[in-house]
T-cell receptor, first 118, second 109 residues
Framework: EPEVTQTPSHQVTQMGQEVILRCVPISNHLYFYWYRQILGQKVEFLVSFYNNEISEKSEIFDDQFSVERPDGSNFTLKIRSTKLEDSAMYFC????????????????FGPGTRLTVL | QKEVEQDPGPLSVPEGAIVSLNCTYSNSAFQYFMWYRQYSRKGPELLMYTYSSGNKEDGRFTAQVDKSSKYISLFIRDSQPSDSATYLCAVSGGNKLVFGAGTILRVKS
């Protein structure tokens, strides 16, 4: 069964460093998302991406964050200058047009990247 | 008012019990309702998806949506120790998902 994959599974970085988190979406999916989950807290939306552009972003997704789909397969999240409070699990999710329009909102999540900022 | 409210539990039940998990939401524009299961330090796994009001059944799982009261439920019949996990409700107006805090479920053998 197709699944979303993410690399690395765990990233440790120093405050102020840049990190890039990678996601390989399910192959026929068209909508891509990043969410994060700080330990013990709820899953929070960061950004959605469709047709090679951001379709929606949250207040968390400030100028330090960026997303791109550089080669038509990978979907990346870059944090330019990490802060301690960026430590969290980052989940990629993807969605495709499956069957009728009523089912198009099913988002499938990857296993996550645990980011630790020291 | 939070967009989605969910009792974090933990909810502890004996094996074989019927489990009822619930969420309320505030925005009547939400039309898509999902339940995810999450094991510790893993990604959310989609369990049930419902569009608009009504019931949906899949094996031991039944999802119920009542848009008039902005209330969504997940029922698990014949619960098993392997059902022990955190259950997340999520709602959407068509793009981003808004999650509840998650309910920790423990099924004791």
């Amino acid at each position: 069964e197709p699944e979303v994959t993410q690399t690395p599974s765990h990233q440790v970085t120093q405050m102020g460093q840049e990190v890039i988190l990678r996601c390989v979406p399910i192959s026929n999916h068209l909508y891509f998302y990043w969410y994060r989950q700080i330990l013990g807290q709820k899953v929070e939306f960061l950004v959605s991406f469709y047709n090679n552009e951001i379709s929606e972003k949250s207040e968390i997704f400030d100028d330090q964050f960026s997303v791109e789909r550089p080669d038509g397969s990978n979907f990346t999240l870059k944090i330019r200058s990490t802060k301690l409070e960026d430590s969290a699990m980052y989940f990629c999710a993807t969605m495709g047009l499956v069957g009728g329009s009523h089912s198009y909102n099913e988002q499938f999540f990857g296993p996550g990247t645990r980011l630790t900022v020291l | 008012q939070k967009e989605v409210e969910q009792d974090p539990g933990p909810l502890s039940v004996p094996e074989g019990a019927i489990v009822s998990l619930n969420c309320t939401y505030s925005n009547s524009a939400f039309q898509y309702f999902m339940w995810y299961r999450q094991y510790s330090r893993k990604g959310p796994e989609l369990l049930m998806y419902t569009y608009s009001s009504g019931n949906k059944e899949d094996g031991r799982f039944t999802a119920q949506v009542d848009k008039s009261s902005k209330y969504i439920s997940l029922f698990i019949r014949d619960s098993q120790p392997s059902d022990s996990a955190t259950y997340l409700c999520a709602v959407s107006g068509g793009n981003k998902l808004v999650f509840g805090a998650g309910t920790i479920l423990r099924v004791k053998s």
